[in-house]
């Protein structure tokens, strides 16, 4: 059985950084793309960022750009999103999925295994 669970988030003033975590289990995803979503209150699930399965490439939303970081400990089957410089736009649930292609996927549908997500409120 597949699992995939976030942690890492919690509630932060603005500025501040975090560094969530997604542990994987039931299957090694080292050669698989994975990748970080998020949704706020209201709005659709956005695509965050993506890494391929050989982590050769990266891939981030837009809005995304200079303060995400996506990366992946393939020892421990682990996949990481590091934010920094917070905003209270980033207010959101921040779930991560894998995929079973190796590429970079920014569609949702595309991925086959969901977490239960992890909250990350910004205060201003």
């Known amino acids: 059985q597949v699992q995939l669970v976030e942690s890492g988030g919690g509630l932060v003033q603005a500025g501040a950084s975090l560094r969530l975590s997604c542990a994987a289990s039931?299957?090694?995803?080292?050669?698989?793309?994975m990748g970080w979503f998020r949704q706020a209150p209201g709005n659709e699930r956005e695509f965050v960022a993506a890494i391929s399965g050989s982590s050769s490439n990266t891939l981030y939303g837009n809005s995304m750009k200079g303060r995400f970081t996506i990366s992946r400990d393939s020892a421990k089957n682990t996949l990481y999103l590091q934010i920094d410089s917070l905003k209270p736009e980033d207010t959101a649930v921040y779930y991560c999925?894998?995929?079973?292609?190796?590429?970079?996927?920014?569609?949702?549908?595309?991925?086959?295994?969901w977490g239960q997500g992890t909250q990350v409120t910004v205060s201003s």
């Open positions: 999925a894998a995929s079973t292609y190796a590429g970079l996927m920014t569609l949702d549908r595309l991925y086959a295994y």
């Open positions: 039931g299957r090694t995803f080292s050669t698989y793309g």
